[in-house]
């Protein structure tokens, strides 16, 4: 088994947070996971994951300075991480490193700049972050003829009447919704920690979400514990 999945999304919608927390997910699942940062410029990863002064990056391995496989951090839960570092230095494109991502992990979750279309010619599923209001959505239009979208995932949802319903994002963009994360505010907590939100709460509906959407790109069963809990109210069990 070898899946690559490309996470994008205009800026400011949250798809480093999304990539991040779907890549845990799936290690939760007992899958073996590679998350990498594919922005070799304005990098952010390093700070959602509780390293920001790292000594090896993917720069060095695109250099040649440093093989793949010594580049790779590994995460107190397992998941390996590949990530960037803030530098000026000119290299080349990292999807040419795409070989050597596959022989890593089983799932690679890369985390892609916005407008990186050499990405998106990969042929790679696209898993693209929009919030859920019309002009986040609109903008998300432009991304669909880049690449292969297999889907959309809903950011932020407040459950307060005023933002975009999954079914108007879907009828809007013509697409599947994968799965929508409400609004939690632990999810501030959690990155201040270096922790995903899986790791840190994973009893909050936020980090049940994320699981469900995880479960659904690998066509797993998935049943939540609030489901299960409702459940047995319903037969009397509880």
């Not at 994973?202 to 514990?225: C, D, F, G, H, T």
């Amino acid at each position: 088994m070898n899946n690559i999945f490309l996470v994008s999304g205009n800026a400011g919608q949250g798809k480093t947070t999304i990539a991040k927390n779907l890549a845990f997910a799936l290690k939760h699942f007992g899958f073996d996971v590679l998350l990498v940062d594919a922005d070799v410029k304005t990098p952010k990863l390093c700070h959602h994951v509780g390293l920001p002064l790292i000594d090896r990056s993917i720069q060095d391995v695109l250099l040649g300075v440093r093989r793949i496989e010594d580049a790779v951090y590994h995460s107190r839960s397992g998941l390996k991480l590949l990530l960037s570092s803030l530098s000026l230095v000119d290299v080349p494109h990292p999807s040419v490193l795409l070989p050597k991502l596959q022989k890593l992990a089983d799932i690679v979750i890369i985390d892609v700049p916005t407008h990186d279309k050499r990405w998106y010619e990969t042929g790679h599923d696209m898993l693209l972050v929009t919030q859920p209001d019309f002009p986040s959505c609109l903008d998300l239009q432009k991304l669909f003829r880049f690449g292969k979208v297999r889907g959309i995932i809903v950011n932020r949802l407040h459950d307060d009447g005023i933002d975009l319903s999954p079914g108007n994002v879907e009828q809007l963009l013509s697409r599947t919704v994968l799965g929508v994360v409400p609004e939690e505010p632990m999810m501030r907590e959690a990155l201040r920690h270096g922790y995903s939100i899986v790791e840190f709460h994973p009893e909050l509906k936020v980090s049940i979400v994320l699981k469900q959407i995880a479960a659904r790109l690998m066509n797993l069963e998935y049943q939540s514990p609030l489901e299960e809990a409702s459940l047995l109210v319903k037969l009397g069990l509880r």
